[in-house]
Nanobody, 114 residues
């Protein structure tokens, strides 16, 4: 069982920045595939960014603006979000995949509005 706790969401103006954090339990964190997803009202949950074996990949909508990173010593994955747009407004979820198991955090709200 892996527990994930997100933090760092909030209200930000367009063009602003936020950094989300996700702290994970477990002793094998470095082996987990970690990702960030988001779900806007009335829409399906979508992949934002994922880091697999140290290699990040991003949704086209966030390329060049968001950066995913991980600190294995702290069992934490981050999502640095710059140049935020109103369409980035959503609940952001942390995801961990280990073996055939997938775990989710409780989500953190990000609202981009003036």
């Amino acid at each position: 069982q892996v527990q994930l706790v997100e933090s760092g969401g909030g209200l930000v103006q367009p063009g602003g920045s936020l950094r989300l954090s996700c702290a994970a339990s477990g002793t094998l964190f470095s082996l987990y595939t970690m990702g960030w997803y988001r779900q806007a009202p009335g829409k399906q949950r979508e992949l934002v960014a994922r880091i697999i074996s140290g290699t990040p990949n991003y949704a086209d909508s966030v390329k060049g603006r968001f950066t995913i990173s991980r600190d294995n010593a702290k069992n934490t994955v981050y999502l640095q979000m710059n140049s935020l747009k109103p369409e980035d407004t959503a609940v952001y979820y942390c995801n961990a995949i280990t073996g055939s198991y997938s775990y989710w955090g409780q989500g953190t709200q990000v609202t981009v509005s003036s």
